[in-house]
């Protein structure tokens, strides 16, 4: 080899040799970049790749009535889980193979035996897919898992990678239909609660969010309580390999327990009045209306605002909502095809014309404004109401009775309808908004602040109510029938051939919109401006009355205690659950004193007595109800509510209602009730009320019942 060739091969090694050098040079910073350089946060970030930290739910509180008696509870119950940790470990085309095996097994025991396996396996690979934002904690598949199928499982464990058979606290309801829809029931947080339910105060104040997978209440006081039941959720550690399947689990955070929930509610007293109601509902199917099957009863202490029973028919068993719900469960509790929906607490959320109940409002305003006294007598006579164009707007006297001369305490005692609207015609004349304010003042057509979910307002109607509430849809209709008017005209106007043709059409034009105008005025005066009849019969609790047992009770709590309108509450304290000691004692709140005097206050007082008092022709439309009891005093008011307006299929249907206060002298405890379809107050609900009493004095029947 010569020189120059010689020199080439030198070059190309020396090329070579400085590539291989300066690779070598940048791997070695890169290394100590990594290594030492910033060693120490490459590490902790590879340690954050491999090292998850899961939530460890809590065992949920338990929720006790007034005496400690348990209602709620979290028991343990063998659960069906798939371990995605476990499932993992197999290939994943064979993870569709463990599931149509598991599939397989577990057909007897699904919710839908008919159900084909291959359906099986797509809902439980649906059900994967909804928890893959978390896939370190289990997937429950079933519940409620009895013994032949945990051996079944156990028996061919070899080849159900990932599935186990679980001990678990489960929500259980020891007293099944007993305050269903008072206490609420549990399941997962869906999408659309999250943003809810972090709003609640108590959660925003300890810093704690919810999140998907949570198990929540979702009614009643499971709901509104569901921050203090719940607990304090635990933290594991899971170990992932390369591949992000988990290796090993470990506890490092144990959970606590949520705080016991207990209640203003007595047991004891919620089961009487809830087997009357089921009595009463049961004899006026069998004797009057076989459509009746729903109702609903409260009961309240008067000083203080505790709900100490509260009562909705159809009953709910919580139990049947927890877990996987079947087709028929939930046509039971979530639709109203076949029967009334039993999931809906008729107590709180239901809305009813007071009917008669209302006549002490009436009378109240009457009194304040000074357009009556409790002496007046008022003739019980069609002719009273006015002339023969008032007389036709007006209601005649119920079952065509005619009273005489009647004074406020006996027109309550027989619950005269021409009295009330005689002197509702006054008010409403003198003031249209007064019973308005009046009913509001005792909670009626208002929101309680109740601490429960789901509260319906009612509405209290007035003339500017009426206006409020129905004009807009009139405003709107004109607004429209103008503009399209307006659009039609503008090209025909710009398009005139000449002023004369564009004076023409201008006239047609104003011509229109008139007559849109005239129509508007006369639906308004039709459909919106208050009519007599509206005073006539708001006077007499029907119209546009429409309010909750709840808002009833309350009303006769605040008219019977001396005007102090307290906020209605079934929750009296949080307890630790290890300790037992009160962490939080909740008290009594007044909304609001009303303006009505304690002198007026006591006249009507008087006509509820009168009520259930008397005799003969002198005997109250509920003195029978109260005749067995010897030891009773108080005072009541029946109601029979219209359900459909004059010409309908339910014109003369009517439901049962009933509000109650004992003792006289002293009141306690009040008392409303609501029987659909229940005809008379004083024949249905009036008599769960005597049930109700009965339990809390202690009083017996001279019948010995």
């Known amino acids: 080899m010569n020189k120059r060739e010689r020199k080439f091969y030198v070059n190309r090694l020396w090329g070579l040799t400085f590539v291989v050098v300066l690779i070598f040079t940048v791997l070695g910073v890169n290394i100590w970049g990594l290594q030492i350089s910033e060693g120490a946060y490459y590490s902790a970030k590879a340690e954050g790749n491999y090292m998850k930290l899961v939530k460890v739910p809590p065992t949920r509180g338990d929720i006790v009535d007034k005496n400690g008696k348990i209602l709620v509870t979290s028991v343990p119950e063998f659960v069906l889980n798939l371990d995605l940790m476990g499932l993992q470990q197999s290939k994943p085309?064979?993870?569709?193979?463990v599931i149509k095996r598991l599939a397989g097994y577990i057909k007897p025991y699904w919710t839908n035996p008919n159900q084909s396996i291959e359906s099986i396996t797509e809902d439980i690979l649906a059900n994967i897919q909804n928890h893959q934002w978390e896939r370190y904690r289990p997937v429950m598949i079933l519940d409620k898992v009895p013994q032949e199928l945990q051996a079944i499982i156990a028996e061919h464990q070899n080849e159900l990678q990932g599935v186990s058979v679980d001990a678990v606290p489960l929500r259980s309801y020891?007293?099944?239909?007993?305050?269903?829809?008072?206490?609420?029931y549990v399941r997962e947080i869906g999408d659309k609660e999250i943003e809810q339910f972090n709003q609640n105060a108590d959660a925003q104040k300890a810093g704690f969010e919810y999140a998907q997978g949570d198990m929540i209440g979702k009614m009643g006081v499971e709901k509104s309580y569901d921050f203090w039941l719940r607990g304090k959720e635990g933290i594991q550690q899971v170990e992932v390999d390369n591949r992000a399947r988990p290796v090993s689990k470990q506890l490092i955070q144990p959970p606590e327990p949520g705080m016991t929930v207990q209640l203003t509610i007595d047991a004891d007293l919620q089961k009487v009045v809830e087997e009357s109601?089921?009595?009463v509902i049961a004899d006026v199917q069998k004797n009057t209306n076989p459509n009746a099957k729903s109702g609903a009863a409260v009961v309240m202490d008067v000083n203080s605002g505790k709900i100490l029973a509260m009562v909705s028919r159809p009953g709910m068993d919580p139990n049947d909502l927890t877990g996987i719900i079947s087709d028929t469960m939930f046509d039971k509790y979530f639709t109203n095809e076949i029967a009334p929906a039993a999931s809906l607490n008729r107590a709180l959320s239901g809305l009813y014309p007071p009917a008669s109940t209302f006549k002490m409002v009436t009378a109240m305003a009457a009194l304040q404004l000074k357009l009556t006294t409790p002496t007046e007598l008022i003739d019980d006579k069609k002719s009273s109401l006015g002339n023969l164009a008032a007389q036709q707007q007006g209601t005649a006297e119920w079952g065509g009775n005619?009273?005489?001369?009647?004074?406020?305490?006996?027109a309550l005692a027989k619950s005269s309808n021409i009295y009330f609207q005689v002197i509702g015609r006054r008010v409403f004349d003198s003031n249209p908004e007064i019973v308005r304010q009046i009913a509001?003042?005792?909670?009626?057509?208002?929101?309680?602040?109740?601490d429960l979910p789901g509260e319906a307002k009612g509405t209290a109607p007035s003339a500017e109510w009426k206006k409020a509430y129905f004009g807009p849809t009139y405003i709107k209709a004109r607004d429209k029938k103008l503009a399209i008017i307006e659009a039609d005209y503008a090209t025909k106007l710009e398009q005139a051939p000449d002023a004369k043709s564009r004076q023409k059409l201008q006239t047609k034009k104003d011509a229109e919109k008139n007559a849109v105008d005239v129509e508007y005025k006369q639906k308004v005066y039709e459909n919106v401006d208050w009519k007599l009849y509206d005073s006539f019969n708001n006077s007499i609790g029907q119209g546009y009355n429409s309010y909750?047992?709840?808002?009833?009770?309350?009303?006769?709590?605040?008219l019977v205690n001396g005007g102090k309108r307290y906020t209605p509450y079934v929750v009296d304290k949080l307890l630790d659950p290890i300790t037992g000691e009160v962490a939080q004692q909740y008290q009594p709140k007044v909304i609001n004193t009303v303006?009505?005097?304690?002198?007026?206050?006591?006249?009507?007082?008087?006509?509820?007595?009168?009520v259930v008092t008397g005799a003969g022709d002198d005997a109250g439309?509920?003195?029978?109800?109260?005749?067995?009891?010897?030891?009773?005093?108080?005072?009541?008011?029946?109601?029979?509510?219209?359900?459909?307006?004059?010409?309908?299929?339910?014109?003369?249907?009517?439901?049962?209602?009933?509000?109650?206060?004992a003792p006289y002298d002293n009141p306690q405890i009040a008392f409303a009730g609501v029987v659909e379809f229940g005809e008379s107050g004083g024949s249905t609900a009036g008599y769960v009320a005597k049930a109700a009493f009965m339990k809390y004095f202690g009083w017996k029947s001279t019948n010995g019942n």
């Open 93 to 97: 085309s064979d993870w569709k193979d």
């Open 174 to 184: 020891p007293q099944k239909n007993l305050a269903g829809q008072l206490l609420g």
């Open 277 to 279: 109601l089921d009595q």
């Open 402 to 410: 005619d009273f005489g001369l009647v004074n406020l305490s006996r």
């Open 440 to 450: 509001n003042e005792f909670g009626l057509g208002v929101e309680s602040g109740v």
């Open 548 to 558: 909750t047992p709840l808002q009833l009770a309350n009303y006769t709590t605040t």
């Open 595 to 610: 303006t009505i005097s304690p002198a007026n206050l006591d006249a009507v007082k008087q006509g509820m007595r009168a």
């Open 621 to 661: 439309t509920a003195s029978g109800i109260f005749a067995d009891l010897p030891e009773f005093s108080g005072g009541a008011k029946t109601g029979t509510a219209q359900i459909g307006n004059v010409n309908t299929a339910l014109e003369r249907t009517y439901n049962g209602v009933f509000v109650a206060f």
